[in-house]
């Protein structure tokens, strides 16, 4: 007799493990199509639908190189951290009303410590090749991320108070007759600037920059850069399934199925997020925490007061 | 299969910048068969192009080295009269133009890939960079608890940071094939954090006597400003050549910071200028300030004042800060087409790209009004990077600047503030430099 347990399970691993690859999949097409868009260079789609493929099968040949004296165990396991984290965040995000892969009560919860916990696979890929670049990289990141998660710390809350509950379902429920995007307007920009700072995306690439080379994966080649990269966008894709559910009402809307629902909004967040990193160009780090501390931050104050006062 | 969707997929190339290759080089971006890496360890193809010094040699083996298998080296000679380098056997070396270098790369990619063509071995002998073992009382490389050298290196010592504490430091080369910087470009950086403490510029590479049959002083025949010195040169051609290279240059640091695509629209516009087709660059210019990213990168970022800028560096950049020199003001051609310097302020990195694109609109109203008419030689020309004349020593002044400007300073500002000073060590070889 087949367990129902274990089948849940199965399907759950399954879901997670899909939306992973498919989540980093679509980033990097976003950012072929995007990309050719703001360049000018045209060209047709369907390259831009093999390309991420392609590129990908390189890197699976490549060898995967090691540097003078890494810690090539917690080396290894960074970039393996980082796409647990992104797989965790995914698991809260309710794909219909009777569809969750981990319908945990304190969902949102779960999120924000993924993306506490990012700080230190990033710390780790940057540290342990015993590289200049790298270890800068990872550094810049550290440097950043406090500033980056009491930010989201205080827009998480804001979407809990009108659900009364930290509960990813609830959370979707409560937004049944207006979402938050319209109930707290603040929240969902601010949202999304964390969501590209876990991810180190557009303006917020720091750990990564090209100014050192790649930065925390300037060493990095072959399986373990792939693997960076799609956690990196796997990454990216747990923020805006996350912020679609708890700003755009998740899987609510007419006609077409929860998780079509789901899938579309979140599609439009990370179109939104690729397209800035075409157009908004590299922060410097100084300005990223000025910026942070006395305007963004103050502003999720106000996000929260506000919602504190609606609800 | 694998192999099979990888040799299609677009090439990841590493480039190594010699003398006279850098605009060919960026060129490339406008490829689709290639991708530009900003990490020897993200490619599959080492592409060298122009000259390369003697004292460049050794440093590209290093790069080299630093390719994951498979690897392959391509050398292209880019335009520059020059002879590929001695680096390692089986080299692929290609004298036409971009077609063939393209090609040259997409062929030693797929050839890897599919396992015809052998993975190229190590140049160098993969040992520490100085004899350490065994080495002082613990075999730790030298005296004392922190005085060892391990695996050939000093031991990060700590030193004072600009808040007064005391925090270790990293010790570094940067460059020379570094991709932001412009070829030939070195710094020995102490780094504390993300803080420059010291930054030192190597010698010019360029600058050494080159026993190559095509020595360093050889104009390429395509540099329209140095022909400008000695022969009549349509000022259309002149100004379109200055317009083409300011947008390179605004193209290099909208690259630096991310903005991959911009840079290549910008490169993309620099290659189909027209004279009078001002509407495109000032499309281009509210398009940037609209997003507001050079504001956020570049405001405040490597400031040279005035007083240093006249003393230090020309053209456009001592422009940016305010110094009205320009070799066009004395040109009575120029003056007949009613030309008047423009200027900025401020003589930041962001004063910099404003006076370059300022520049480039005024250039192409330039060509346009010119018409047919020449520019005789005789007077200094208004190069790119400001007056040229037979011996003019362009950047070197600019590069024993560096030292001052990003001391203290964070590291990505101190590369924003490299690129931006927009140096060109290969067009401005003086004995000075070779000898400091």
Request: proline content about 7%; hydrophobic content about 50%; charged content about 15%.
């Given at each position: 007799?087949?367990?129902?347990?274990?089948?849940?399970?199965?399907?759950?691993?399954?879901?997670?493990?899909?939306?992973?690859?498919?989540?980093?999949?679509?980033?990097?097409?976003?950012?072929e199509?995007?990309g050719?868009?703001?360049g000018?260079d045209?060209?047709?789609?369907?390259?831009?639908?093999?390309t991420?493929?392609r590129r990908?099968?390189i890197l699976?040949?490549q060898q995967?190189l090691?540097?003078?004296?890494?810690?090539?165990?917690?080396?290894?396991?960074?970039?393996?951290?980082?796409?647990?984290?992104?797989?965790?965040?995914?698991?809260?995000?309710?794909?219909?009303?009777?569809?969750?892969?981990?319908?945990?009560?304190?969902?949102?919860?779960?999120?924000?410590?993924?993306?506490?916990?990012?700080?230190?696979?990033?710390?780790?890929?940057?540290?342990?090749?015993?590289s200049v670049f790298g270890?800068?990289?990872?550094?810049?990141?550290?440097?950043?991320?406090?500033?980056?998660?009491?930010?989201?710390?205080?827009?998480?809350?804001?979407?809990?108070?009108?659900?009364?509950?930290?509960?990813?379902?609830?959370?979707?429920?409560?937004?049944?007759?207006?979402?938050?995007?319209?109930?707290?307007?603040?929240?969902?920009?601010?949202?999304?600037?964390?969501?590209?700072?876990?991810?180190?995306?557009?303006?917020?690439n720091?750990?990564d920059a090209s100014d050192l080379a790649g930065g925390?994966s300037a060493e990095a080649s072959g399986?373990?850069l792939?693997?960076?990269k799609?956690?990196?966008?796997?990454?990216?894709?747990?923020?805006?399934?996350?912020?679609?559910?708890?700003?755009?009402?998740?899987?609510?809307?007419?006609?077409?199925?929860?998780?079509?629902?789901?899938?579309?909004?979140?599609?439009?967040?990370?179109?939104?997020?690729?397209?800035?990193?075409?157009?908004?160009?590299r922060?410097?780090?100084?300005?990223?925490?000025?910026?942070?501390?006395?305007?963004?931050?103050?502003?999720?104050?106000?996000?929260?007061?506000?919602?504190?006062?609606?609800? | 299969?694998?192999?099979?969707?990888g040799a299609?997929a677009p090439v990841p190339v590493f480039t190594a910048a010699g003398g006279g290759a850098g605009d060919a080089l960026q060129d490339l971006c406008l490829r689709r068969e290639i991708r530009l890496v900003d990490s020897p360890r993200h490619a599959t193809v080492l592409l060298v192009a122009g000259r390369l010094p003697r004292s460049l040699v050794r440093p590209l083996a290093q790069v080299h080295d630093q390719l994951p298998h498979p690897r392959a080296t391509v050398w292209w000679q880019a335009g520059s009269p020059s002879e590929p380098p001695q680096l390692v056997p089986g080299m692929t070396t290609v004298a036409a133009g971009q077609d063939a270098a393209v090609e040259a790369v997409v062929t030693a990619h797929r050839e890897l890939l599919?396992?015809?063509r052998?993975s190229e071995?190590h140049v160098l002998?993969?040992?520490?960079?100085?004899?350490?073992?065994?080495?002082?009382?613990?075999?730790?490389?030298?005296?004392?608890?922190?005085?060892?050298?391990?695996?050939?290196?000093?031991?990060?010592?700590?030193?004072?940071?600009?808040?007064?504490?005391?925090?270790?430091?990293?010790?570094c080369t940067v460059g020379p094939f570094f991709g932001p910087f412009p070829p030939g470009l070195a710094l020995?950086?102490?780094?504390?954090?993300?803080?420059?403490?010291?930054?030192?510029?190597h010698?010019n590479p360029f600058?050494?006597?080159?026993?190559s049959?095509h020595?360093a002083?050889?104009?390429p025949?395509h540099d329209?400003?140095?022909?400008?010195?000695?022969?009549?040169?349509?000022?259309?051609?002149?100004?379109?050549?200055?317009?083409d290279h300011?947008l390179r240059a605004v193209a290099r640091v909208a690259d630096l910071h991310g903005l991959r695509a911009v840079a290549r629209r910008v490169v993309r516009?620099a290659g189909?200028?027209?004279?009078?087709?001002?509407?495109?660059?000032?499309?281009?210019?509210?398009?940037?300030?609209?997003?507001?990213?050079?504001?956020?990168?570049?405001?405040?970022?490597?400031?040279?004042?005035?007083?240093?800028?006249?003393?230090?560096?020309?053209?456009?950049?001592?422009?940016?800060?305010?110094?009205?020199?320009?070799?066009?003001?004395?040109?009575?051609?120029?003056?007949?087409?009613?030309?008047?310097?423009?200027?900025?302020?401020?003589?930041?990195?962001?004063?910099?790209?404003?006076?370059?694109?300022?520049?480039?609109?005024?250039?192409?109203?330039?060509?346009?009004?010119?018409?047919?008419?020449?520019?005789?030689?005789?007077?200094?020309?208004?190069?790119?990077?400001?007056?040229?004349?037979?011996?003019?020593?362009?950047s070197?002044?600019?590069?024993?600047?560096?030292?001052?400007?990003?001391?203290?300073?964070?590291?990505?500002?101190?590369v924003t503030?490299v690129v931006s000073l927009d140096l060109d060590l290969d067009g401005a070889?003086?004995?000075?430099?070779?000898?400091?």
């Open positions: 007799m087949v367990d129902v347990a274990h089948v849940s399970t199965l399907v759950g691993v399954l879901t997670v493990g899909t939306s992973l690859v498919l989540g980093a999949y679509v980033v990097a097409v976003l950012d199509v995007i050719a868009r703001v000018g045209g060209g047709p789609i369907t390259t831009a639908l093999v991420p493929w990908g099968a699976l040949t995967r090691a540097t003078e004296r890494p810690d090539a165990t917690t080396w290894a396991i960074a970039p393996a951290t980082y796409t647990a984290l992104a797989a965790a965040a995914l698991t809260v995000v309710p794909l219909s009303p009777s569809f969750v892969v981990a319908d945990v009560r304190a969902g949102i919860v779960l999120y924000g410590a993924a993306e506490v916990l990012a700080m230190i696979a990033i710390f780790l890929n940057g540290w342990s090749p015993n270890l800068v990289g990872g550094y810049r990141f550290v440097a950043l991320a406090v500033s980056y998660t009491l930010l989201s710390m205080f827009v998480l809350i804001a979407v809990a108070l009108p659900a009364e509950s930290l509960q990813m379902s609830e959370i979707v429920r409560a937004q049944q007759g207006l979402w938050n995007v319209v109930r707290q307007p603040l929240g969902l920009p601010l949202f999304l600037v964390v969501a590209s700072g876990i991810a180190f995306w557009g303006p917020l720091l750990a925390s399986s373990h792939l693997v960076w799609v956690a990196r966008g796997a990454m990216l894709t747990a923020g805006s399934a996350v912020g679609a559910t708890a700003f755009l009402g998740g899987w609510l809307g007419p006609w077409l199925p929860g998780p079509v629902w789901v899938a579309l909004k979140t599609s439009v967040l990370l179109a939104v997020l690729v397209a800035s990193g075409h157009l908004l160009g922060m410097r780090v100084e300005r990223v925490v000025t910026v942070f501390w006395t305007v963004l931050l103050p502003l999720a104050f106000l996000d929260l007061a506000l919602a504190g006062l609606v609800a | 299969m694998l192999a099979a969707s299609r599919r396992g015809v052998a071995q002998a993969d040992e520490p960079p100085a004899r350490w073992r065994g080495v002082g009382p613990h075999g730790q490389g030298g005296e004392g608890m922190m005085g060892g050298r391990p695996y050939g290196r000093p031991m990060p010592m700590t030193g004072p940071d600009r808040d007064g504490l005391e925090l270790d430091q990293v010790r020995d950086v102490v780094l504390q954090g993300d803080v420059v403490q010291e930054a030192t510029a010698p600058a050494e006597p080159d026993p049959p020595p002083g050889d104009a025949a329209v400003f140095r022909r400008a010195l000695t022969d009549a040169v349509p000022v259309r051609d002149l100004e379109l050549a200055r317009a300011h516009t189909q200028l027209q004279p009078g087709q001002v509407a495109a660059v000032r499309s281009l210019r509210q398009r940037l300030e609209r997003w507001r990213w050079p504001r956020w990168a570049l405001a405040g970022v490597g400031v040279l004042d005035r007083q240093v800028a006249s003393r230090t560096v020309a053209g456009p950049t001592a422009r940016a800060a305010g110094v009205a020199v320009d070799a066009r003001s004395d040109d009575p051609v120029y003056a007949d087409l009613g030309f008047e310097p423009v200027t900025h302020q401020e003589g930041d990195a962001l004063a910099r790209v404003r006076q370059l694109l300022a520049e480039t609109e005024q250039a192409l109203e330039l060509a346009a009004r010119a018409a047919g008419r020449h520019r005789a030689p005789g007077s200094g020309v208004e190069g790119p990077r400001g007056a040229l004349t037979p011996t003019s020593a362009g070197d002044t600019a590069l024993r600047l560096l030292p001052d400007l990003l001391a203290g300073r964070e590291w990505g500002d101190s503030t070889v003086s004995p000075a430099v070779a000898a400091g």
